[in-house]
């Protein structure tokens, strides 16, 4: 059975992909330099840039499938930053996927490549970094996760995000929000 919301479970996945891309591709050139054959050592980070781009592209499916009743609880705006963010992750782990492909290659275009893409991994995790904050924001600041915990009628209020969990201190959401007010 899938969860519901499924946006939530799957965004994890480009998250870890983009933070680890840069680990793969420098144990690969690390293994290139130490003798091994570019194009067999190249094939995991061109594999896990593939398996980002797809699980880029679910996570965006996903959330745009499910951004019109979490927009009720949040508003617009917050929204539609974050969309715009994971848009333009999803056209740079394309793009990254190609660069790394073009690493297979031999010669100086595959040293290019594989030297360009160490470097654009890096950027792409500094991006996967920006649009998993906006997210947590939506989340912790927004109140979206209200959308699938609030009773029917709640009309939007963070009051059952609020009372599921204890605040940091310890207190029910609920009355640290009283005490608050």
């Not at 050139?29 to 050592?41: D, F, H, K, T, Y």
């Not at 190249?42 to 019109?68: C, I, K, R, Y």
């Amino acid at each position: 059975m899938l969860p519901n919301p499924l946006h939530p479970a799957i965004v994890h996945f480009p998250i870890v992909l983009a933070l680890l891309l840069p680990l793969f591709i420098g144990g690969a050139l690390w293994s290139i330099r130490r003798g091994a054959v570019a194009r067999r050592a190249w094939l995991v980070p061109t594999a896990v840039a593939a398996a980002l781009v797809a699980s880029a592209w679910l996570s965006v499916e996903t959330g745009e499938a499910q951004s019109e009743r979490v927009e009720r609880v949040v508003g617009e705006a917050p929204l539609d930053a974050h969309e715009d963010l994971a848009e333009a992750f999803l056209t740079a782990s394309a793009a990254m996927a190609v660069l790394t492909g073009l690493g297979l290659l031999g010669g100086k275009p595959g040293r290019t490549a594989r030297a360009l893409t160490g470097i654009g991994s890096l950027a792409l995790a500094g991006l996967v970094v920006r649009v998993g904050h906006t997210g947590g924001e939506l989340v912790y600041r927004h109140g979206a996760a209200s959308a699938y915990t609030a009773p029917a009628g709640a009309g939007g209020t963070h009051t059952a995000a609020m009372t599921a969990a204890p605040a940091p201190d310890g207190r029910h959401r609920a009355a640290a929000a009283a005490n608050e007010q």
